[in-house]
């Protein structure tokens, strides 16, 4: 890790705190120990853990650069490799992913889009089809036991709606 990785991690706890803050303002519910906001509030507090592990991470680890290294540094700089490159790529790639599922949600319903969504994620980032396939149809499986089937949580079915349950 770099000295660039302090601004990512304090980006990340003050976004955790922000949405922790927020999830904390929502109205709680009559009959149920927990409200709206604990699912947020975990994620918030995931966040804000990982953004300081990062910054500890980052505050800990010195890079010593050598005489040489600086010379090819400015080289690099001027012409970056191949691997910046395709992690640029990567990220639009996800960011489209996200606004797809964020756009597909309602039309298409939860089970379909995030069959479509976590299997392009997975190709994405290196699985096989069939892995992914599996990973997708687990945390579909998952999800819906969860939410739909143990909290009561209703999720669009979309064009599945005949066959919900």
């Given amino acids: 890790m ?3 990785d302090l601004f990512p991690g304090l980006l990340l706890v003050l976004f ?3 949405v922790f803050w927020r999830a904390s303002t929502f109205p ?3 009959g149920l ?3 709206p906001g604990l699912f947020p509030s975990i994620a918030a507090v995931g966040l804000m853990v990982c953004g ?3 910054l500890i991470s980052t505050l ?3 890079q010593r650069p050598t005489p040489a290294s600086t010379s090819a540094q400015s080289e690099e700089d001027q012409n970056p490799p191949m691997h910046h490159r395709r992690a640029g790529i990567r990220l639009a790639l996800l960011v489209l992913i996200v606004a797809g599922f964020g756009l597909a949600l309602e039309p298409l319903g939860f089970h379909l ?3 479509l969504a976590i299997t392009a994620t997975a190709l994405l980032f290196g ?3 069939p892995r992914a396939l599996c990973l997708s149809v687990s945390l579909i499986f998952g999800v819906h036991l969860l939410f739909y089937s143990l909290m009561n949580v209703p999720l669009p079915w979309g064009v599945l709606t005949p066959l919900a349950w």
Avoid: D, E
Wanted: charge should be positive; aromatic fraction near 4%; proline fraction near 4%.
């Fill in 16 to 18: 955790g705190a922000l």
């Fill in 28 to 30: 709680s519910m009559a």
């Fill in 113 to 115: 889009t995030s069959l």
């Fill in 60 to 62: 800990l680890i010195r």
């Fill in 52 to 54: 300081v592990l990062l």
């Fill in 2 to 4: 770099t000295r660039t």
């Fill in 127 to 129: 699985l096989n089809l």
């Fill in 33 to 35: 120990p927990y409200g």
